[in-house]
Nanobody
Framework: QVQLVESGGGSVQAGDSLRLSCVAS????????VAWFRQAPGTEREGVAS??????IVVDSVKGRFTISRDNSKNTLYLQMNSLKPEDSAMYYC??????????????????????????WGQGTQVTVSS
């Protein structure tokens, strides 16, 4: 049984940094797609960052501030979040797919940020950023 456990969330001030971690058990990262999503109250779940094999992608709203990385030897996914803003406040979820999930545009393919492409989900870790 696949289990994803997130940690590292908390309450911080605008401009601070946090590093989220997601440890997987019963699942081997390999080249499979893993990602971070977030959901604020009253909004839809949003893909924040995704990693497939050696490729990564982050959504435009966090570009230059958030970095996704993975340590396959530890089956752990990370999200380094710098220069946090109040609008980053949300529950952050780790997700893993049973395989490679990509989308292609303009002749290039990128890791998926579509929630329906992912098969396994963690319980989430809350991030609250105050101004």
């Amino acid at each position: 049984q696949v289990q994803l456990v997130e940690s590292g969330g908390g309450s911080v001030q605008a401009g601070d940094s946090l590093r989220l971690s997601c440890v997987a058990s019963g699942y081997t990262f390999g080249r499979s797609s893993v990602a971070w999503f977030r959901q604020a109250p009253g909004t839809e779940r949003e893909g924040v960052a995704s990693s497939t094999g050696g490729s990564t992608i982050v959504v435009d709203s966090v570009k230059g501030r958030f970095t996704i990385s993975r340590d396959n030897s530890k089956n752990t996914l990370y999200l380094q979040m710098n220069s946090l803003k109040p609008e980053d406040s949300a529950m952050y979820y780790c997700a893993a797919a049973d395989g490679v999930r990509t989308f292609c545009r303009g002749g290039q393919c990128f890791p998926s940020l579509k929630s329906t492409d992912f098969d396994h989900w963690g319980q989430g870790t809350q991030v609250t950023v105050s101004s």
